[in-house]
C-alpha cells in the first residue's frame, strides 16, 4: 500500500467530517440554506472521492502509472471541485471578491473527477 495515498485519505476524510460539521453546527445561521446545500454537495463529493483515494492504495504496490494519475486527478478535484463549492457558498456572508472566478472552476474539478474515474478503470483493465 503506498503510504502517500492513505495519508492524503486520511487528511481528506479528516477535513471532510469537520466540514461537515461545520456545514451543519457552525454555518447554518450565517449562511442561506441553498448556500448550505452547495456547502453539503461539496462535502458529499469530497466523501466519496476520499474513498476513492483511498481504494486507490490497494493498487499501488503494482506501479501503475494509471493509478498515479487516477490519485492525481481525484486529489485536484477534490480542491477544485469541492473547494469551490465550499468557497461559492461563503462568498455572501464573507464578502469574497473573487467569488466570480470560481464558477467556471468548479466543472474543471467535476472533469477532474471523471479523469480520476477514467484512470482508475483503465487500471483495472491493466491489472492482472
Known amino acids: 500500500m503506498n503510504k502517500r495515498i492513505i495519508l492524503t485519505a486520511a487528511f481528506f476524510g479528516a477535513l471532510a467530517v469537520i466540514l461537515g460539521a461545520f456545514g451543519a453546527h457552525g454555518l447554518k445561521s450565517i449562511i442561506t ?13 469530497q466523501f466519496y472521492h476520499t474513498f476513492a483515494i483511498l481504494y486507490l492504495s ?10 498515479g494519475f487516477s490519485f492525481l486527478f481525484f486529489t ?13 457558498a461563503l462568498k455572501d456572508a464573507y ?21 480520476g474515474w477514467v484512470f482508475l478503470f483503465l487500471a483495472a483493465l491493466k491489472d492482472k
Open 95 to 115: 464578502h469574497l471578491s473573487f467569488a466570480h472566478i470560481l464558477g467556471p472552476i468548479t466543472p474543471i474539478g467535476g472533469l477532474c473527477f471523471i479523469l
Open 76 to 88: 485536484l478535484g477534490i480542491v477544485f471541485f469541492s473547494g469551490s463549492l465550499y468557497l461559492l
Open 58 to 67: 490497494t493498487f499501488a504496490r503494482y506501479k501503475n502509472k494509471l493509478i
Open 33 to 45: 440554506t441553498s448556500q448550505l446545500e452547495i456547502w453539503q454537495k461539496g462535502v458529499e463529493y
